[in-house]
């Protein structure tokens, strides 16, 4: 039986671990991590995004959000750590899903987040990319693009961070806009770093209510990825609200004890959502000693 849906109330109860107790998982430092970081403005609210990776393991950093998340490919399990307030949560999104794909509310949230975090609504891998862009009738997507996007490219040329980047240009035919500039050669550590982000992105938005990357991002990138060149930088909206993507560095870097682990004197809180399905306690369960349910906009949650 199906528990109701109920998305954006969803509570945290912060639990607290007997004196000297540790996060149950500790995982080895990886001997390097790739560090990709991107600088996202969106609706005036300027922060920056970095995936660091190594094989198995990721972990999003979001300062100016004071929030990493710990993320496991193989199981997708996810841990938050919130800094402001020195806890953390976990789930494990394929439980959420199932318990809550079928029902109504959960497909209206999708709708709500938009068409490109729908599943269904995925674009198809490219089955005719071409090389890298060369002419201004070069289309990024040809007829397995989905998008509503029809992209070009021009004689345009710039440097961002170092990178020669080529100018290319996506439009609907309702006049929507997205400027891209993008190397023309594929990226790897940056294609990884967006493939994550997207995965992740859907299950941030619906259960902790973060989206990571605006999901316009992810179309303007699967359809670019099809002509062989990996976004630098996307901007769109309109002259005077735009919102940008920019990738700021890849870097390669030694790994460190605690890139993939809790840090050990973070509390564990509980994620109560969707009304409390799979494995986290409901509302008026929590154990003696544990601090009142508390909103995302509450003090305990946003205090400096």
Avoid at 69 to 92: K, Q, R
Avoid at 160 to 186: L, M, N, Y
Avoid at 191 to 217: G, H, S
Wanted: with cysteine.
């Amino acid at each position: 039986m199906k528990l109701p849906f109920v998305l954006l109330s969803f509570l945290l109860s912060a639990g607290c671990l007997p004196a000297g107790a540790e996060p149950e998982a500790r995982v080895a430092a990886p001997a390097f991590v790739d560090v990709v970081t991107f600088k996202v403005i969106n609706g005036g609210d300027k922060q920056q995004i970095s995936v660091v990776s190594a094989p198995g393991l990721v972990r999003v950093d979001s300062p100016d959000d004071r929030l990493s998340v710990l993320y496991d490919p193989g199981t997708e399990h996810y841990t938050g750590l919130e800094h402001s307030n020195y806890t953390y949560w976990e789930f494990t999104w394929p439980e959420v899903r199932d318990s809550v794909q079928n029902t109504a509310r959960y497909a209206t949230r999708l709708r709500d987040l938009g068409p490109e975090l729908m599943e269904e609504n995925a674009i198809s891998p490219s089955t005719n990319a071409d090389a890298a862009p060369a002419s201004t009738t070069d289309s990024a997507g040809g007829d397995s693009d989905n998008s509503g996007y029809v992209w070009h490219t021009d004689i345009a040329r710039k440097t961002i961070d170092d990178i020669a980047c080529v100018h290319w240009i996506g439009e609907t035919v309702a006049g929507e806009k997205i400027d891209a500039w993008c190397s023309p050669r594929t990226i790897p550590e940056v294609e990884q770093a967006l493939a994550t982000l997207k995965e992740m992105n859907e299950p941030m938005a619906l259960v902790p209510v973060r989206t990571l990357l605006p999901p316009l991002v992810f179309v303007a990138w699967q359809s670019l990825q099809k002509a062989g060149v990996t976004p630098v930088q996307l901007t769109w909206g309109s002259d005077t609200e735009f919102n940008q993507m920019t990738l700021v560095s890849v870097k390669h870097r030694e790994g460190k004890v605690g890139d993939f682990q809790v840090p050990k004197l973070y509390v564990k809180t509980t994620l109560v959502t969707m009304d409390g399905i799979g494995n986290q306690r409901a509302q008026g369960t929590h154990r003696a000693g544990q601090q009142d349910l508390v909103t995302p906009t509450s003090p305990l949650l946003n205090k400096p």
